[in-house]
């Protein structure tokens, strides 16, 4: 055996040591015998905001470029997946063996072309080989896994709110469903904008949730036109109040709660000319 070989043998064991060790500790805080009480409450549908929450913070970790803090995060989204699988353990349904099998399998079945005989020329035949396994998995022709209410649906199940309305946005357009000009979309806007208002109106909570996802959806088409990408346009106006508010603490000699509406806003306007 090579040096090299004898070296990546170690790492390998070295990881699924490290890998046995969390699945243990887990297995011990979810343990009527001495375990946690607060992991042996939970059920998946209690861990699902932590799953989302994880998610964007390996997110955020990625975009500062810091190794340490990415794998940090990482292993945050780590332990959700073990302690989901986990939990489904105890209850007899799979382990987080099926969970690694299956994505093993999956990603072999998708990649002939490195595990098969398929050759292909480039990313784009890649792509549809993918669409093509991925519709015989569900049973589907590749025609019916195409149609623009399929892909829709996906996104609409697995993203965001706003992200999926930004790729359902672009995709629909790319179908025809779009204005001629970006005025029509304006006149859309000013259309739901004054809908929107008729509701808060009413009494009727769902119309107003209604009018107000109709709302938005114009302006994330709106933002579709000008090139602008909602969700870090939001991002970042988040990531500004923080550090005005931030600021503003600095500046308060007191609780911000014990200042009036017109002082927090005097406290707002120096926060907001500093960090300019």
């Known amino acids: 055996m ?42 998946p549908q209690t861990l699902i905001p932590y799953v989302i929450e994880e998610a964007y913070e390996v997110v955020h970790a990625i975009k500062t470029e810091d190794p340490q803090a990415i794998a940090e995060e990482l292993g945050d989204l780590l332990l959700q997946v073990v302690l989901q699988a986990q939990i489904a353990s105890d209850e007899g349904q799979f382990s987080l063996k099926e969970v690694a099998q299956g994505i093993t399998e ?26 093509k396994i991925k519709a015989q998995e569900k049973g589907e022709t590749l025609e019916t896994a195409q149609l623009l209410s399929r892909k829709l649906s996906r996104y609409h199940r697995t993203l965001p709110p706003l992200m999926a309305s930004s790729k359902m946005s672009v995709k629909a357009a790319s179908a025809g469903f779009e204005w001629e000009t970006v005025d029509g979309v304006w006149e859309k806007f000013t259309e739901e904008l004054g809908e929107f208002k008729q509701a808060l109106e009413a009494e009727d909570k769902a119309h107003q949730e209604a009018e107000l996802g109709d709302l938005l959806f114009t302006l994330i088409n709106i933002a579709r036109w000008y090139g602008l990408d909602p969700s870090a346009a939001l991002q970042g106006t988040n990531e500004r109040f923080i550090q005005r508010l931030s600021k503003m603490e600095t500046f308060a000699a007191r609780p911000l709660t014990d200042y009036t509406l017109n002082e927090l806003e005097t406290l707002w306007q120096q926060a907001k000319k500093l960090l300019e």
Request: hydrophobic letters at 35%; aromatic letters at 6%; one cysteine or more.
């Open 2 to 43: 090579s040096n090299s070989q004898q070296a990546a043998n170690q790492t390998y064991d070295a990881i699924l040591e490290a890998l046995n060790h969390l699945i243990e500790v887990v297995a011990k805080l979810r343990s009527p015998d001495g375990g946690c009480p607060w992991d042996l409450a939970q059920t």
């Open 106 to 131: 999956k990603l072999i079945r998708r990649h002939p072309h490195v595990f098969g005989d398929v050759e292909v020329a480039n990313q784009e035949e890649v792509h549809q080989n993918w669409e």
